[in-house]
């Protein structure tokens, strides 16, 4: 999964809290990290997980 996948997932969840998506914060965070927000975020949104392969490993 693309960095760029990652942070367009991100945008498009309704999350309950706010998520900092400054482009000072996003490039201060390893894909690793974007992944496990994402996935914590969907957690909570209201439009729940809308694509389990941003979490399956690809190496």
Known sequence: ???GDVIAY???????FPLDLTPKFLAAMSLGRLRHVAFAASL??????EALDLFVPTH
């Open 1 to 3: 999964m693309r960095r």
């Open 10 to 16: 991100l945008g498009r969840l309704e999350c309950k």
């Open 44 to 49: 909570h949104a209201r439009n729940g997980v």
